[in-house]
């Protein structure tokens, strides 16, 4: 702070200083000075931007934005492709409360689980045992006579793409009702298929395309989603916080807490605070900032060619965008001068909580941000989070 202060009267001064002696050479008025000397002083400043200062305290920084969107708690960050640099939470788990998040506290990473489920895929990929070229229709024979001629040419790259025309959610509740959690994704994929929303080849965000994944790999392991990404994604990255659905033991704050649009916390908390556990692979993991850390440290590991979970191929795939949209497998592409060019993202909501993970593979470096709460105001606080993380990076030597 004093290096701000210092730095901004010095720059403000000196431009005083010049525009005075210009004013005395053509005769200028005293508001004009002012004037230029204001001008001036914001040029120099923008010209000159100072960097982060990488030596204060990061829950400092967090709380600051924190405070500024009136969120209950934040949490945030950094991490390379070697190790987690540093993180920090600040806040109450739940608003109205003295208990304070901990940076050992669960997140619910909503949409973000849709990277993992396309990492599981990949498991599958890497062992011959699916291809991204694979139709969907030749996992559920018995559908095969349900759909449209259009939907039996669906592939899993296209489906992970959210390219398949699927509609972005299905009656889900409903769908939840009976039946085991392997019964109901295939008959979300019977719905999704049979009864298509838009134009295979079309680019159409949908939470139903990660969960028809999820039924073709309970097809391949034989196992629900949960046991399956569990066994092959997060015990070999050491993610051992890992769960499904809503945080906290009910009626207890022993976890952040969830909260509304509005930032009131909501009435309940505990697992059955989110959406139905059909909706699965689409978004409904949670775990601790260092383990997501975990998993996004080997999303840049592999992405640049280095020794990962998977075959280097298996990144390439997942993190490669299909022209002209965007989005790859559970990520969004674009460029980004921080990132020195490519940068990958994705935010999750189940809309009580949110998050957003940004990868900057050229230099080898990302950041996370959470937020016990959904809304607009998460989605900024996150947004801005990220942004200083980014920052706090790029300023250390």
Same mark, same amino acid.
């Given at each position: 702070?004093?290096?701000?202060?210092?730095?901004?009267?010095?720059?403000?001064?000196?431009?005083?200083?010049?525009?005075?002696?210009?004013?005395?050479?053509?005769?200028?008025?005293?508001?004009?000075?002012?004037?230029?000397?204001?001008?001036?002083?914001?040029?120099?400043?923008?010209?000159?931007?100072?960097?982060?200062?990488?030596?204060?305290?990061?829950?400092?920084?967090?709380?600051?934005?924190?405070?500024?969107?009136?969120?209950?708690?934040?949490?945030?960050?950094?991490?390379?492709?070697?190790?987690?640099?540093?993180?920090?939470?600040?806040?109450?788990?739940?608003?109205?409360?003295?208990?304070?998040?901990?940076?050992?506290?669960?997140?619910?990473?909503?949409?973000?689980?849709?990277?993992?489920?396309?990492?599981?895929?990949?498991?599958?990929?890497?062992?011959?045992?699916?291809?991204?070229?694979?139709?969907?229709?030749?996992?559920?024979?018995?559908?095969?006579?349900?759909?449209?001629?259009?939907?039996?040419?669906?592939?899993?790259?296209?489906?992970?793409?959210?390219?398949?025309?699927?509609?972005?959610?299905?009656?889900?509740?409903?769908?939840?009702?009976?039946?085991?959690?392997?019964?109901?994704?295939?008959?979300?994929?019977?719905?999704?298929?049979?009864?298509?929303?838009?134009?295979?080849?079309?680019?159409?965000?949908?939470?139903?395309?990660?969960?028809?994944?999820?039924?073709?790999?309970?097809?391949?392991?034989?196992?629900?989603?949960?046991?399956?990404?569990?066994?092959?994604?997060?015990?070999?990255?050491?993610?051992?916080?890992?769960?499904?659905?809503?945080?906290?033991?009910?009626?207890?704050?022993?976890?952040?807490?969830?909260?509304? @649009?509005? =930032?009131? +916390? &909501?009435?309940?908390? /505990?697992?059955?605070?989110? *959406?139905?556990? #059909?909706?699965?692979? %689409?978004?409904?993991?949670?775990?601790?900032?260092?383990?997501?850390?975990?998993?996004?440290?080997?999303?840049?590991?592999?992405?640049?060619?280095?020794?990962?979970?998977?075959?280097?191929?298996?990144?390439?795939?997942?993190?490669?965008?299909?022209?002209?949209?965007?989005?790859?497998?559970?990520?969004?592409?674009?460029?980004?001068?921080? @990132?020195? =060019?490519? +940068? &990958?993202?994705?935010? /999750?909501?189940?809309?009580? *909580?949110?998050? #957003?993970?940004?990868? %900057?593979?050229?230099?080898?470096?990302?950041?996370?941000?959470?937020?016990?709460?959904?809304?607009?105001?998460?989605?900024?606080?996150?947004?801005?989070?990220?942004?200083?993380?980014?920052?706090?990076?790029?300023?250390?030597?």
């Amino acid at each position: 702070m004093l290096e701000r202060v210092t730095y901004t009267t010095l720059t403000v001064m000196l431009s005083g200083f010049l525009c005075f002696v210009l004013g005395k050479i053509v005769d200028l008025s005293w508001p004009v000075i002012a004037f230029l000397t204001i001008g001036l002083s914001g040029y120099l400043l923008m010209a000159n931007p100072l960097k982060a200062d990488p030596n204060a305290p990061l829950d400092q920084a967090l709380e600051t934005i924190r405070a500024k969107y009136k969120v209950p708690a934040l949490a945030g960050a950094i991490f390379t492709t070697d190790k987690l640099v540093e993180f920090a939470a600040v806040g109450a788990r739940k608003v109205g409360t003295t208990v304070p998040v901990t940076a050992d506290d669960l997140w619910h990473l909503g949409s973000d689980t849709k990277m993992m489920t396309a990492m599981l895929a990949g498991t599958y990929v890497a062992e011959k045992k699916l291809s991204w070229n694979d139709k969907i229709i030749s996992f559920f024979p018995d559908l095969d006579g349900k759909v449209p001629a259009a939907m039996r040419e669906i592939t899993v790259g296209q489906v992970l793409s959210h390219r398949a025309g699927l509609i972005e959610n299905l009656p889900w509740r409903e769908l939840s009702l009976s039946g085991t959690l392997e019964q109901q994704r295939h008959n979300a994929v019977e719905q999704a298929f049979t009864k298509p929303a838009y134009p295979p080849g079309d680019y159409h965000y949908a939470n139903t395309d990660y969960v028809v994944i999820g039924a073709v790999l309970e097809k391949i392991g034989g196992k629900p989603w949960e046991t399956l990404i569990q066994e092959r994604i997060f015990q070999p990255l050491g993610m051992g916080s890992v769960g499904f659905g809503g945080l906290g033991t009910p009626g207890q704050i022993d976890q952040p807490w969830p909260h509304a @649009a509005n =930032g009131n +916390a &909501l009435p309940f908390n /505990g697992p059955l605070m989110d *959406n139905p556990e #059909v909706m699965g692979p %689409a978004g409904t993991v949670h775990c601790t900032m260092q383990d997501w850390a975990k998993f996004l440290i080997d999303q840049l590991r592999g992405g640049t060619g280095m020794k990962a979970l998977l075959p280097a191929d298996i990144y390439t795939a997942i993190q490669t965008p299909i022209p002209p949209a965007d989005y790859s497998y559970g990520w969004i592409t674009c460029d980004r001068p921080w @990132a020195g =060019g490519r +940068a &990958l993202n994705h935010a /999750g909501s189940n809309t009580m *909580n949110f998050c #957003v993970a940004w990868l %900057a593979p050229g230099k080898k470096f990302g950041v996370l941000a959470c937020c016990n709460q959904g809304s607009d105001s998460a989605f900024k606080a996150c947004d801005e989070a990220a942004y200083t993380l980014i920052q706090r990076h790029i300023a250390k030597p």
